[in-house]
């Protein structure tokens, strides 16, 4: 079945270094990747997103990339603060019965130390 | 603008006792999504609707049901709680075409 897969799991670094959060898709079909990032008590908030026809999109500290041949995507967060910690989730998606249909990875807890 | 609200927003059940967790959006969206959060699983669709009336199994539907009566608000039903069902569940909501899902705060529930 459709799956993604995120690594790694937890990842800890300190204040101004940058950090890098990978994903993997199953499904060719998928369009568009969404990142999300949650912090502790809240739901899931879009951070940035990137859809297939893009290979590359930045947003002040943070960017995304895509290679569709490989199909796997990456977050990268430079200069890091320790407001950047939080889990953070990666998720591609396709149109399936009308609505885009969301499948998530497992997160990323990032740990950004002063 | 609220946008998606969840109530309530922590619950203990024990097993077998049923409830209903409820998800309002102001944003006059058609779509609404419930998923469920567990650890070292990011999130699962459980149910969705894309309108009024309609409503739609995901990819964990078992032990769940759902309405939607009026736009604003999708209601998901446990008719007997499991101690399997213990999450931390979430609402969505967008509107056809949108590929951004807005996410509501959470409902933390246990099921002793």
């Known amino acids: 079945g459709e799956n993604v897969e995120q690594h790694p799991s937890t990842l800890s670094v300190q204040e101004g270094d940058s950090a890098v959060i990978k994903c993997t898709y199953s499904?060719?079909?998928?369009?568009?990747f969404p990142w999300y990032k949650q912090e502790l008590g809240k739901g899931p908030q879009l951070i940035i997103d990137?859809?297939?026809?893009?290979g590359e999109k930045k947003d002040q500290r943070i960017a995304v990339t895509l290679n569709k041949t490989a199909k796997h995507f990456s977050l990268h967060i430079t200069e890091t603060q320790p407001e950047d910690s939080a889990v953070y989730f990666c998720?591609?998606?396709?149109?399936?019965?009308?609505?885009?249909?969301?499948?998530f990875g497992a997160g990323t807890r990032l740990a950004v130390h002063p | 603008n609220a946008g998606v609200t969840q109530t309530p927003k922590f619950r203990v059940l024990k097993t077998g006792q049923s409830m209903t967790l409820l998800c309002a959006q102001d944003?006059?969206?058609?779509?609404m999504y419930w998923y469920r959060q567990d650890p070292g699983m990011g999130l699962r669709l459980i149910h969705y609707s894309v309108g009024e009336g309609t409503t739609a199994k995901g990819e964990v539907p078992d032990g769940y049901n759902v309405s939607r009566l009026k736009k604003q608000n999708f209601l998901l039903g446990l008719e007997s709680a499991a101690p399997s069902q213990t999450s931390v569940y979430f609402c969505a909501s967008n509107q056809p075409g949108e590929d951004t899902q807005y996410f509501g705060p959470g409902t933390r529930l246990t099921v002793l």
């Open positions: 944003m006059n969206h058609e779509y």
């Open positions: 499904d060719s079909a998928s369009n568009y």
């Open positions: 998720a591609a998606s396709r149109i399936s019965g009308g609505y885009n249909k969301l499948i």
């Open positions: 990137i859809r297939s026809n893009v």
